[in-house]
């Protein structure tokens, strides 16, 4: 049998962690906080990178790329951002290694080979962005400016854990330039309209679409739109931020555009990312006991085809109806992989598989050849059926969506049934304690407030949600006036 | 008008950095030697990356993202990468920026966040990703890994030019393990071959196939697979290596497996790699004084629709024509696009899109709306021809293929009128000055021999190629025996 995974109600961090290294996802590297990211979890990211990337390009972005360091002066230029990553960058300070005169075969940084000016490694990239902006504009001609990148940053995280928080990570980071106001609101809320329909539509995770408290926005945005999503332990996580920046690195890289009236103005800036996190993200919304549980539009396989047999003409006759499905399972555009190694046992790939969270299984063995039938198990619920073998392809494609929407539907009445509203402080800290997710409660809006309770609870605001009913009422707290409910939540 | 590119003959580089630029392919940026890959050459990147990343999977390769730094004792573990990269790496010492007491808004690296190693960007990844290969290799069902993973590097190169040699570059490197010697040469060997089909599938660039002499091998390998393009200044390229590197890296980490007959043996590996160089190829194999030329299969548009009109009413009729021609284009799979801006003259947009080396540009005047027909002009022949507009989908859909074949033809007939076999020095040096390109001579195989060329050329061996005679002679320089003509060339 395959490993088995320590289960969620015992220890649900330590089931993340086996998860995510058991199921070939990703694993840490040699250096510090920085993991690996193996096949299976990449082929898993690189279907949410193409969705993604298709979405951008629909909505009006073109790919570029900026490069990886930062010199020390850009960086500093927009003070707020810069003080927001300054305490957990990568430095270059030097650019040649040479041999150690002490000790044969080992190398040290050359004192003679110290750069000028230090070069950060990007945690984001405003500040080369905007300093190559500044060429690019000239004339309202020159707007809007749409560019993605996709990239990996690195920030120095003291705590690290896979895909959730890392030191090195992949995202994408848009990158948009525009000659209003209006206009720069008007793309940062629809690149976060745009966040929330990829995980509702591929990730099938619900979440809530909203703005950050002022003490959780970006360093340097004037306002940070985000989707929050809610973990199976009640955790929320931020899935992904967009930010309106106003004029900020505008003005601290002196960005400046002539209007069609002639008048010199700074430009309007938003930024935009999404990162490896998701994984996290995906983990942790649908998983099981047995392992990951994968919406079929992510799956890099979404059936596999196990045979059981114990002579070879068996799987010789096994192998001519596999190739058969196969070839109709390609024609219907469906990602299929037939599974024939020797060197492992059937009961060994079922806990392989599920483990690994491939949607659907179809098993042959020598009663179905004489039957005309197959075995169908269907990952998410766990269930199983035998199928007429003329039927099965048809039925998995069904299955491709039922799955996809039963899935989003779950973990939507999950987020539900754990969302509360609390008028007591008691009852938001008993509700946090028992049961978690998120808490719908009355705040004064002054950061003192939220801070204080964070130290009490350790819940922070997630969202100021962009749906809700008005309504007067009380801060749960300081009994001081609110004017709507924000959401409470631990967070990852 | 747009702007106009200092001729080929009389400058070759400084034409091929303006259209660089001109042509917003990239531009240098505030990082030394690194680049900005601008959105219409990052789209070109992209359909490069699409086709070789099916090609690497229809191959039986995944792939995979590993860490941007390697920890020193891992970079130093193989000795002879560590002394071919040492001279040339950029390093992190720090984890931390602070607030520089002396100067307000300006920030220094902290003292206090020294890293206790220092971490390397890696210039290539085979130390990073041996020591984590180490960890999945167990017994021979673990082999072959097949692994690719495309990423960015660094190697600080003191002489950079936009695309040919960068600081930081963007490329694909696969790292593959194997059970035996001649499964790893083979593999190094296929690599090469899908690269050579690539680059003349694709890129249309013959390339010659072959190995490097011993003083040009990737440092680490026991041999280095390469393709060579001869561009149009006469100077070579090297467009694509694959290695094989033997033992090396398994015994500098380590890496053994179980065989079936249950022997510890160390892993063979190979590794292979094309860069964003590919673009600077491309560049320089097709492109004309006017500015750039695409291949069709790389052209981000490979249409353009260009109306010309005085009035808004005759906008209107052609808009309405450009937009049944672009659903007809779309539904043959062919990239169009429809500039109707009216901020843009149509002479400077005809110069812009040669510039930009759009394969086919469509214009549409009043005269055509009354006779049914558009202009069709070509971009590789610049030519030009009236055709009705009823016929014009057609013909660009076979246009697509006669171009995309008309430029491998044409590079082709460059390549063999410039590819000289010389057997005296005196002509060697005298074809090298006046015609350039590849010069196949007879070589001692000798590593003082090929340096003393070098010194007295500056050609180098660019590849021994895999098709030739077999054909005894003498060395051009030494007169010693040789048992095969090599290519030496200027390189870029």
Partial sequence: ?????????????????????????AENSAVRGSMVIKPYGYAIWEKMQSDLDRRFK????????????????????????????????????????????????????DPEAKLEEELIVRPTSEAIIWSTY?????????????????????RWEMRTRLFLRTAEFLWQEGHTAHATKAEAIEEAEKMNEVYAEFAREVLAIPVIK???????????????YCIEALMQDGKA????????LGQNF????????????????????????????????LIMSHSDDQGLVLPPKLAPYQVVIVPIYRKQEQLDQITEVAEELMKEFRDKGIRVKFDHRDTHKPGWKFAQYEL????????????????????????DNLSKEFIQRNEVVDRVVALMDEIQDSLYNKALDFQESHTTKVDTFEEFKEVLEKKGGF??????????TEQKIKELTKATIRCIPDKQEKEAGKCVLTNSKSEGRVLFAKAY
Same sequence: chains 1, 2.
């Fill in 134 to 154: 500044k060429n690019w504009i000239q004339s309202y001609r020159d707007l809007p400016i749409l560019v993605n990148q996709w990239a990996n940053v690195v």
């Fill in 58 to 109: 629909e909505t009006g972005h073109e790919n570029a790329y900026f490069p990886l360091f930062v010199p020390k002066h850009l960086f500093e230029a927009e003070e707020k951002n810069a003080e927001g990553f300054a305490k957990e960058c990568a430095v270059v300070t030097h650019y040649r290694l040479k041999n150690d005169p002490d000790n044969q075969g080992k190398l040290i940084v």
């Fill in 439 to 448: 808490i719908a409660a009355h705040w004064d809006g002054t950061e003192e």
């Fill in 356 to 379: 690994q969270g491939v949607p659907t299984r179809i098993a042959i063995g020598p009663k179905d050849l004489e039957k005309g039938t197959v075995e169908l198990a269907r990952r």
């Fill in 250 to 281: 505008a003005k601290a890289f002196d960005v400046k555009y002539t209007s069609k009236e002639g008048k010199q103005e700074y430009v309007w800036a938003t930024s935009w990312g999404v990162s490896t996190r998701l994984m996290g993200a």
């Fill in 1 to 25: 049998m395959s490993k088995k995974l320590t289960p969620r109600s015992q220890d649900y961090s330590k089931w993340y962690n086996q998860l995510v290294v058991e199921a070939d996802l």
């Fill in 210 to 224: 909203g703005r950050k408290s002022p003490s959780e926005r970006f360093a340097g945005a004037v306002e940070t």
């Fill in 237 to 244: 996580l931020q899935a992904g931020t967009s930010h309106f």
